[in-house]
């Protein structure tokens, strides 16, 4: 799954043979926040980054109907000692930090998730980006003091781009860093 703020959409992919292709873009109908990622709990920020969910994240009995926790805080998070919790994909259509569905669309993008784990998949990836990270839209947000934050998720972003495969990403020196998956 991808998701870009600014444009109110997530994308899910699905592999087929040696790469992804998109399955379906929704528009996430309720968000808070602005652009940049989530700093505290409470500050009604969606995170940005890259995030992993398990099959113990998938909540069914979720008060905004389904939801799926996004594994936020992660390592990159807890080297800035980011704080917050509990920040979902789920249904209903206002949210204050996660990102809001509609039950019709959770639904189906839920069923999707569980019918993977239960074929085997041991997790999913959620990347979750500012917008969709073009050279374009990188120069337009340049001013940003988010920015180099940014310049360092376009790698893992332009990797998806080039090859429809998601990049091993880990945490070093509180920077993320990227393989291409062989």
Known sequence: MRVFKKERQLELWVKQRESFVLLNSYFIAGTSGELGPKLR???????EGFYFVTPRQMNRKSNFHLSFNIGYPNQYDRAYNRTGNLIMVHGSNVSAGC?????DKIEEIYT????????????????????KMTDTAMQQNSDNSWHPFWKNLKIGYRIFEDTKLPPNVT??????HFENQD
């Open 171 to 176: 945490v070093k020196d509180k920077t993320y």
């Open 41 to 47: 709990q409470g500050d009604g920020q969606i995170p």
């Open 99 to 103: 990102m809001a569905m509609t039950n």
């Open 112 to 131: 999707l998730a569980d019918a993977a784990f239960k074929g085997g998949q041991r997790f999913f990836r959620i990347h979750i980006f500012p917008f």
